[in-house]
């Protein structure tokens, strides 16, 4: 098949080069959000997607919005028969929809019609799933709403942050849209409607929903720490400025401390949760790099009794 395919961050690279590895298919352009600042320079710089399409000499689409008439004149000159996405980042409309024989395919990181929305895999995390997994559908008008084409699963680990579980989908879900175009090609896949039950929804994450509550129990504050790693990043407040909490971990065994309140070892940093304790292994202090709990504490000199979250 003649396939255009729509992507931007780095998490969609594999599957492009899945496609473009298989034999089967022409990728004959890659559409992808315009260039975005970036740095400290706040320099132009185009997406990962963009970058590998253009070291494959593959046509790159860059519309500001995907109405774009100048953009849907070339997509109709391409001709695709099927457009593969995977995290572009922008609304399609109607008019876009119609133009690929076989539709647009998207690959979403969660197992539909579980966690639809932009932030499925920080969701499942957070939520404490033990799985979660990758699936193809036809994409429809609806918020990721449209019939499956096939699906993947995937164990969270106790360990995992966002990243590291998206990287995993990232490539386990390039084999499975590879596939999916394939059986798209040959006949032998049809898509199948979502059940009506199940449904959640996994709304953007932002930098205020990502701040630590130290009243919740230790096991979701553990869950908020790992499913807002690396983006946008879970937060606390240490002497009025804020503290990037990257790794902790759960001590069941150290329930003397009351909600935020600090407890500093030679070689740990405790926090009170609302039932047990959790350890701080890395964090990241206004304006710093990120580093180990246990020289931020010295560095610092916390007090017996200071809490995290005043």
């Not at 197992?111 to 969701?123: D, F």
């Not at 500093?264 to 047990?276: C, D, I, L, R």
Request: hydrophobic share 45%.
């Amino acid at each position: 098949m003649k396939l255009v395919f729509a992507g931007t961050p780095e998490v969609a690279v594999p599957a492009l080069d899945a496609l473009i590895a298989s034999g089967r298919h022409e990728v004959a352009a890659v559409v992808t959000r315009p260039d975005a600042p970036a740095g400290r320079g706040r320099r132009l710089v185009a997406s990962p997607v963009a970058v590998r399409a253009e070291e494959a000499g593959i046509e790159v689409l860059k519309p500001a919005k995907p109405r774009d008439e100048e953009f849907l004149a070339r997509l109709r000159e391409i001709g695709p028969d099927c457009c593969p996405v995977v995290a572009y980042g922008a609304l399609l409309p109607r008019v876009a929809l119609d133009i690929p024989a076989q539709g647009w395919v998207n690959l979403h990181f969660s197992l539909l019609p579980a966690w639809r929305g932009a932030a499925p895999v920080q969701h499942a995390i957070m939520a404490g799933d033990e799985i979660t997994g990758a699936t193809t559908f036809l994409i429809e008008e609806g918020l990721d709403s449209g019939p499956v084409y096939g699906t993947v699963t995937e164990e969270i680990r106790p360990t995992d942050t966002s990243g590291d579980l998206l990287t995993r989908l990232a490539f386990a879900g390039s084999g499975l849209l590879a596939a999916t175009m394939d059986g798209i090609e040959d006949g032998t896949l049809k898509a199948v409607p979502q059940p009506a039950d199940g449904i959640s929804t996994a709304s953007k994450i932002t930098v205020e929903n990502a701040h630590i509550d130290w009243a919740a129990p230790a096991l979701r504050v553990d869950r908020m720490v790992r499913g807002c790693t690396p983006a946008p990043g879970a937060w606390t407040v240490f002497r009025a400025e804020r503290l990037k909490l990257i790794q902790v971990a759960t001590v069941p065994d150290r329930t003397d401390l009351a909600p935020g309140e600090l407890s500093v070892a030679k070689n740990n940093v405790y926090v009170g949760t609302g039932s047990y304790a959790v350890e701080l292994l890395w964090v990241q202090a206004q304006g710093k790099k990120p580093m180990r709990a246990a020289d931020w504490a010295r560095g610092v000199r916390i007090p017996s009794g200071e809490r995290l979250g005043v």
